[in-house]
C-alpha cells in the first residue's frame, strides 16, 4: 500500500515579466536552491528530480530537461520531465509524490518552470501561425455560459480580479503588484476577449518553483513542519467532443470527488480550511468552486459575492495572489499545490490563513480537460477522522 | 504531389531573446575581448564552457572565473562533409572536443582545416576570432591549427 | 525497491515504417487497441494511463493533447504524460501500480520523425547556450562518441559493422522492421564515412510509428493471461549534459541503473538495447556486463526501426516477446534520452518462476 | 531564504532565430474532407456506435475508440446555428498577421453533433453575433477553393473553400436545440 508523503520545502522565484538577470538554469536553480534550504537538505539529500512545464516551444529548446538536469544536481540520479499543459506544475507534485508513496525513494526534488520572456507564449498557443485567438479567446465562450447558465452578474469577475490582486500585495513573490487596483480600474480596462477585461487576465512571467517530497521517517527529520499529502489525484479527458460540458467538465468533478474521498473529505466547504485555484480569468473562480463542488449549482459566484473567498472568509481561495498575479505557465500549477501546502506548514508569511489545517491545491490545463489536485494537511490524520 | 500524396509544408519560427546570466553572459562577454573563460569548482577543475553549478554535484559555483587557452588539444572529432543550413561553416568542417589549456573538461566546437586528412585526435589548435562578435559560442568563428590563425 | 510486483500482459507496436500518412494520434490508437485486446480487458478497467512523446517532433505545441483521443479518455481517465520516451511513460505506470489500488495501467508511447529533418531538428535538443548554436546535430556527438571509443582501444570500425550486419540480419525475422537484409562488414565497410568514423551503416533509420503495453498487479496478471512477463526490476539515471564534461567511452549511467534495477551479474538471455549507433551497442553491452553468450537486439533494434519516442518501449516489447514465447528466461531491455546516451533505463524481465 | 537575484551588471542576451520546416501528409480522412470541401460539401462521419456525427472525419470516435472508415462518412447541411463565440482582440506576436477583433464562432452544422470552432460571421455588425443565430456558409467560388488550412494535426479547416458563415434571416434556434452542443 501506499507510504505517507509529505512536502518538506517549498523554493519559487520572484516572479517578473522578465528575469532578465537569469538563465533558464539560474531561474530553475533560484527556486530549487530556495527548496532545499526551506527542507534543510543539500543537493547531495536528493535521490530523485522531477521537472515539469508547459510546451518546450515556449522557450525554444527540446525537452530542455535533458540540458536542465545536472543543474538541478541530477546527475547519477534518476529524472522525469512531466508535460501535461497547464496542469504540469500540479502533475510534477503528484509524480514525485508517487516516488515517495510507492517506497522507491525517500526525498525527490520536483522543479516546474516558465521563462515565458524567451519566447510568446501565444505565439505557441497558436502553433506559431497567424490568427491565435490566446487561452482567453479559448475560454471566453464558456465563460460566457457560465454566466448565461448561473445569470452571475458582470462585477463578479472584477471582484475576483481585485481579490486575488490584493492578496498579492502579501506575496513578496508575487509578478503583479497593483497597490492601485479597483474595481473600476478593472471594468475600465480593454476587452481583450468578451466578456474578459485585461485586469481579468493573467499576467506573462518568467519564473519556477520547487518542493521536496519526503517519506514519513525523512519529513519528521525537517526543519520546519511538513505538509501531510493526504490524497492526490489526475484527470484527462477529451479537448472538444459533442455533448462535452466545457463549463463544468467532468474530469474536474471526478477529480475532485477523488481527491476528497481519499481525504475523508465529506463537506468540503466546511472541512477545507484554504484553496489555491488555478485562476488565470477571473471567472474560473466561481466556476471551479462549482465544478469542484465546493459550491452548488449557481453559488460560486455569490460565495465570491459575499466576500466568502478573501483571505479573511469563510473560504479563502487564493491568497497568494494565485495566477492572475504570476502566470509563469508551467510553475503555475506546482505553485498552487505548494501554497496550498505551505498554508498548512504555517509558512505562508503575510498572506498566512490564520489556523489553515487543511488545504486543497488544484491546477488545470489544455482545454480545460487536464486536472490535478491534492489535499494537504497538518497531521497525517484523514479528515473527519 | 507527384505522387499522389497530399503534402502540407509548415515552418515553426520564432526569434528567441534569451537571458544568459552572469555565468554564460560573463563567458561570451569574454569571447568580445578574446579571452576563453572557464570556472573553477570546489575541486581545483577548471570547467570549460563554465556553468553556474557543479555539473557532478549540482553545488553553486561563485563565479571564480579563470581564463584558460586559447591554445587547446583536440580530444575527439568528426567530419561534416555537407554542412547544413544550421551548421556555422558552409564548407566541410570538423566537430571537435577541445581540451583548451588549463582546462580540465572539453569544450565543444568547430575545427576549420578544409581537409579530413588534416584532421587528428592530439592536434593543437586555437581559435580564429569573428570579426564582429556577436555574444555568441560562434564568436569563435573556428578553431585552427595552432599558428594558422593569422 | 517497491514490493509489489508488476506484469507485462498486452502489448502490440504499428510497423516502423519511414513515412505514414496517419496523424500520431491514430497510430496510437492502433496500438493501443491492439494491446487492450491482447491482455484480454476492458478499457474500462485500467487505472491508470500514461503516454510518452515529445511535441518537437511534429512541430506542434501541445500535440500531446490530441493523442488522449487514443487513450479512450471518456468517460475521463487518470491519465499523465511524460515529454519522453514511452518507456519511460511505463517507469511512472509502473511506479503508481506500487500504491496497490489500482491493478492495470496502459502505457504507449509515439513518434513521427518523417516530417522534420534529423540534422534540423535535434541541435534544438542541446544546451541552447554552448552547442544549440552551433548547429551540433546527433550524428555529430555520436561520432565524437566512437571516435573517443577507437582511440581508447575498445573499439574498431569493423567492430562497428558487425554490428550493423548482424542487426539488419536479425531484422529480417521481424516484420515492424523499416530495415533488413543480409550483408556483412565488408560490404558496409565499403561505404563512405557520413560523420567519419561513422558510416551510414553506423546510423538509425527514423521512422514513424506507436507502441503500447498493458501492465497489471501479479495476482491480476495471473488472472488474465497464461504467461505473464514479470519486471524484476525497472530503473533509469540521468549523465551530465555537456558531452565534453563526461567520458562518451563509457555509460555510468547504464551501470548504475541496471544496478538499481537489481542487476548483479545474473545471466541474461536476451538484451534489447537502445543503440541508435553502433558503437552505442558496444558501449552498452560493457557498461551492462554482457557477454557474448547473449544474444543482442534479436529484433534488429533501433538500426533498423526507430520510431523515436517509442524505440525504448518497443525495446521493452520486443524483450517481453522474446520471455513469453519462452525464447529467453530473462531478458533486459535498455531505454536511452537524450543524445550520447545521456539518460538510460534498464529493465528486467522474467516469465514465472 | 537566500537571495541569489541580485546582479546589478547589465544582463547579457543572446538573440536567437529557430526556424524549423515540417513537411507532413494528410491523413486520409483530412484528405477526403478536403476533396468534398472542394466540391461543396461537407463531410462529416457518423459512429456507429454512438451515431454522433462528428465534423471532420477524424477515422475513430474518441469517446467510443473505436476506428471508422470511409464507409462512415455522412454529409451534412452548410446552414447551421452560432452556438458560442467570443470577439477576439488579436493579441500581437511574430508571424501573427492579425489586427483588428474578429468573430470567432462556433458553428452546429444541420446534421451534424460537434461544432466547426474559430469560425467567421459576416454580413452582421459583430456585437450583433450571437448563440442561437441560424447561419449559412459563404462559399468562394469554386476556382478559388483550395486545400489551404489543412493539417496533419487532426482537425481539418473549411478555410480553404469557406470565407465565412452569414446569417439565413430565419428565427433563431431555440437554446434546446443546441444545448449539449454549444463547444
Redesign the interface.
Known amino acids: 500500500m501506499a507510504q505517507p508523503s509529505a512536502i518538506i520545502g517549498f523554493g519559487q522565484t520572484k516572479h517578473a515579466k522578465?528575469?532578465?538577470?537569469?538563465?533558464?538554469?539560474?531561474l530553475c536553480?533560484e527556486a530549487a536552491?530556495r527548496a532545499l534550504e526551506d527542507a534543510g537538505l543539500t543537493?547531495?539529500d536528493i535521490d530523485a528530480v522531477v521537472i515539469g512545464k508547459a510546451p518546450d516551444?515556449f522557450?525554444?529548446v527540446m525537452q530542455p530537461e535533458l540540458f536542465l538536469a545536472?543543474?538541478?544536481?541530477?546527475?547519477?540520479k534518476p529524472m522525469l520531465r512531466v508535460h501535461t499543459a497547464g496542469s504540469v506544475g500540479g502533475s510534477t507534485v503528484i509524480v514525485a509524490s508517487h516516488l515517495i508513496e510507492s517506497g522507491i525513494h525517500e526525498r525527490v526534488l520536483a522543479v516546474a518552470w516558465e521563462k515565458q520572456?524567451?519566447?510568446?507564449a501565444q505565439?505557441g498557443l497558436a502553433?506559431?501561425?497567424s490568427g491565435g485567438i490566446g487561452a482567453g479567446g479559448a475560454f471566453a465562450p464558456y465563460i460566457r455560459s457560465y454566466i448565461e447558465r448561473t445569470k452571475a452578474p458582470d462585477y463578479i469577475g472584477w471582484q475576483v480580479a481585485v481579490k486575488d490582486r490584493l492578496n498579492a500585495l502579501k506575496n513578496p513573490y508575487a509578478h503583479l503588484q497593483l497597490a492601485d487596483i479597483s474595481i473600476e480600474k478593472v471594468k475600465e480596462s480593454p476587452m481583450l476577449w468578451d466578456p474578459l477585461h485585461f485586469l481579468e487576465s493573467c499576467p506573462s512571467s518568467d519564473g519556477a518553483a520547487a518542493v521536496v517530497i519526503a517519506s514519513e521517517a525523512a519529513a519528521k527529520k525537517a526543519p520546519r513542519p511538513p505538509a501531510w499529502i493526504l490524497a492526490t489525484a489526475v484527470r484527462s479527458e477529451p479537448s472538444t467532443f459533442p455533448g462535452r460540458d466545457a463549463v463544468r467538465p467532468q474530469g474536474g468533478v471526478d477529480c475532485a470527488h477523488d481527491v476528497y474521498k481519499q481525504a475523508g473529505i465529506t463537506n468540503p466547504r466546511e472541512q477545507i480550511d484554504v484553496a489555491e485555484l488555478y485562476v488565470p480569468f477571473s471567472w474560473y473562480e466561481p466556476m471551479w468552486l462549482e465544478g469542484h463542488d465546493i459550491a452548488g449549482p449557481g453559488e460560486g459566484w455569490q460565495m465570491v459575492d459575499h466576500g466568502d473567498t478573501e483571505i479573511t472568509g469563510s473560504f479563502p481561495v487564493n491568497p497568494s495572489g494565485g495566477v492572475l498575479s504570476s502566470n509563469p505557465i508551467g510553475a503555475s500549477g506546482m505553485l498552487r499545490l505548494a501554497e496550498a501546502a505551505n498554508q498548512v506548514r504555517g509558512q505562508a508569511g503575510a498572506h498566512q490563513v490564520d489556523g489553515a489545517k487543511v488545504s486543497l491545491g488544484q491546477a488545470y490545463g489544455g482545454n480545460a480537460q487536464y486536472f490535478a489536485m491534492a489535499v494537504f494537511s497538518s497531521t497525517l490524520d484523514r479528515v473527519g477522522g | 504531389m507527384t505522387d499522389n500524396?497530399?503534402?502540407?509544408?509548415?515552418?515553426?519560427?520564432?526569434?528567441?531573446?534569451?537571458?544568459?546570466?552572469?555565468?554564460?553572459?560573463?563567458f561570451?562577454?569574454g569571447l568580445k575581448d578574446h579571452r576563453i573563460l572557464g570556472i573553477r569548482n570546489k575541486n581545483g577543475d577548471v570547467?570549460?564552457?563554465p556553468?553556474?553549478?557543479d555539473?557532478?554535484?549540482?553545488?553553486?559555483l561563485e563565479g571564480e572565473f579563470v581564463e584558460v587557452g586559447p591554445g587547446g588539444e583536440v580530444?575527439?572529432?568528426?567530419?561534416?562533409?555537407e554542412p547544413?543550413?544550421?551548421?556555422?561553416l558552409s564548407q566541410p568542417f570538423a566537430?571537435?572536443?577541445?581540451?583548451l589549456d588549463g582546462a580540465s573538461?572539453?569544450?565543444?566546437?568547430?575545427v576549420d582545416v578544409g581537409d579530413?586528412a588534416a584532421m587528428r585526435?592530439g592536434m593543437r589548435v586555437e581559435p580564429r576570432w569573428r570579426e564582429e562578435p556577436q555574444?555568441?559560442?560562434?564568436d569563435i568563428e573556428a578553431f585552427v591549427p595552432e599558428g594558422a590563425a593569422q | 525497491m517497491p514490493a509489489t510486483d508488476i506484469a507485462i500482459i498486452g502489448w502490440s507496436q504499428t510497423p516502423s515504417v519511414e513515412r505514414s500518412?496517419l496523424t500520431e494520434v491514430q497510430l496510437c490508437l492502433k496500438a493501443n487497441l491492439a494491446a487492450v485486446a491482447a491482455a484480454g480487458i476492458d478499457r474500462h478497467d485500467i487505472g491508470f494511463t500514461c503516454a510518452g512523446s515529445c511535441d518537437y517532433l511534429t512541430?506542434g505545441p501541445f500535440a500531446f493533447v490530441a493523442n488522449l483521443d487514443a487513450a479512450g479518455a471518456w468517460p475521463p481517465i487518470s491519465e499523465s504524460h511524460v515529454e519522453m520516451d514511452g518507456a519511460w511513460a511505463l517507469y511512472e505506470a509502473w511506479v503508481r501500480l506500487q500504491h496497490g489500488d489500482i491493478d492495470l495501467a496502459l502505457v504507449f508511447g509515439s513518434g513521427k520523425s518523417s516530417p522534420s529533418?534529423p540534422?534540423?531538428l535535434y541541435?534544438q535538443q542541446l544546451d541552447?547556450?554552448?552547442?544549440e548554436?552551433?548547429?551540433?546535430?546527433p550524428d555529430?556527438i555520436a561520432?565524437?562518441?566512437?571516435?573517443?571509443l577507437l582511440?581508447s582501444g575498445k573499439a574498431t570500425e569493423r567492430a562497428f559493422a558487425e554490428v550493423a550486419a548482424r542487426s539488419r540480419r536479425s531484422a529480417k525475422s521481424n516484420p515492424n522492421a523499416q530495415l533488413s537484409g543480409d550483408t556483412d562488414a565488408d560490404t558496409l565497410l565499403a561505404g563512405g564515412?557520413?560523420?567519419?568514423?561513422?558510416r551510414s551503416h553506423d546510423l538509425p533509420v527514423y521512422s514513424d510509428g506507436a507502441a503500447a503495453i498493458v501492465l497489471a498487479t501479479a495476482d491480476r496478471a495471473r488472472q488474465l493471461v497464461e504467461h505473464p512477463v514479470f519486471i524484476r526490476g525497472i530503473a533509469h539515471r540521468i549523465e551530465?549534459?555537456?558531452?565534453?564534461?563526461r567520458d562518451?567511452t563509457t555509460s555510468p549511467s547504464t551501470t548504475g541503473a541496471a544496478r538499481a534495477a537489481g542487476h548483479n551479474g545474473q545471466a541474461i538471455d536476451v538484451a534489447e538495447l537502445s543503440a541508435a549507433y553502433t558503437p552505442q551497442e558496444l558501449i552498452l553491452r560493457e557498461s551492462l556486463g554482457l557477454d557474448d553468450k547473449v544474444t543482442v537486439n534479436p529484433s534488429g533494434g533501433p538500426l533498423t526501426a526507430n520510431p523515436v519516442m517509442a524505440t525504448g518501449l518497443v525495446r521493452i516489447i520486443e524483450a517481453a516477446q522474446r520471455v513469453a514465447d519462452g525464447s529467453a528466461h530473462r531478458a533486459l531491455a535498455h531505454a536511452t534520452n537524450g543524445q550520447g546516451l545521456q539518460h538510460n533505463l534498464v529493465c528486467i524481465l522474467e516469465g514465472e518462476q | 531564504m537566500s537571495d541569489?537575484t541580485s546582479?546589478k551588471?547589465e544582463?547579457?542576451?543572446?538573440?536567437?532565430?529557430?526556424?524549423?520546416?515540417?513537411?507532413?501528409?494528410?491523413p486520409p480522412n483530412?484528405?477526403r474532407f478536403?476533396e468534398a470541401l472542394v466540391e461543396g460539401r461537407i463531410l462529416g462521419q457518423r459512429c456507429p456506435v454512438c451515431a454522433r456525427v462528428f465534423i471532420p472525419p477524424k477515422d475513430y470516435c474518441p469517446l467510443d475508440v473505436v476506428e471508422l472508415t470511409p464507409d462512415n462518412d455522412v454529409e451534412v447541411a452548410d446552414t447551421g446555428v452560432v452556438t458560442n463565440f467570443t470577439i477576439v482582440a488579436p493579441v500581437r506576436y511574430?508571424?501573427q498577421t492579425k489586427t483588428e477583433p474578429f468573430v470567432y464562432a462556433s458553428v452546429l452544422l444541420d446534421g451534424a453533433s460537434g461544432t466547426l470552432g474559430g469560425q467567421d460571421v459576416s454580413g452582421i455588425p459583430a456585437d450583433k453575433v450571437h448563440a442561437g443565430l441560424r447561419v449559412r456558409a459563404a462559399w468562394k467560388p469554386q476556382s478559388e477553393r483550395s486545400?489551404e488550412g489543412?493539417?496533419?494535426r487532426g482537425w481539418g479547416s473549411v478555410a480553404g473553400c469557406i470565407s465565412s458563415f452569414e446569417p439565413t434571416g430565419e428565427p433563431d434556434a431555440p437554446r434546446e436545440a443546441y444545448e449539449e452542443h454549444t463547444i
Open positions: 522578465a528575469r532578465a538577470d537569469l538563465s533558464m538554469i539560474g536553480r536552491v543537493w547531495q516551444a522557450e525554444g545536472d543543474a538541478l544536481g541530477a546527475a547519477g520572456s524567451e519566447g510568446n505565439w502553433g506559431g501561425r | 500524396r497530399h503534402t502540407v509544408t509548415s515552418t515553426l519560427e520564432f526569434p528567441y531573446r534569451r537571458s544568459l546570466g552572469t555565468v554564460v553572459g560573463g561570451v562577454t570547467l570549460v564552457p556553468s553556474e553549478y555539473p557532478t554535484t549540482g553545488d553553486s580530444t575527439s572529432w568528426t567530419w561534416v562533409p547544413s543550413s544550421r551548421h556555422p566537430f571537435a572536443l577541445i581540451k573538461t572539453s569544450l565543444v566546437h568547430v579530413i585526435t555574444g555568441l559560442i560562434t | 500518412a512541430g529533418n540534422t534540423e541541435p541552447p547556450y554552448y552547442l548554436p552551433l548547429g551540433l546535430d555529430s561520432a565524437l562518441q566512437a571516435r573517443a582511440d564515412y557520413v560523420r567519419a568514423p561513422l551530465v549534459h555537456q558531452p565534453g564534461s562518451l | 541569489t546582479t551588471v544582463p547579457v542576451m543572446m538573440d536567437h532565430m529557430v526556424s524549423l520546416t515540417y513537411v507532413e501528409d494528410l483530412t484528405v478536403a511574430y508571424g486545400a489543412q493539417s496533419a
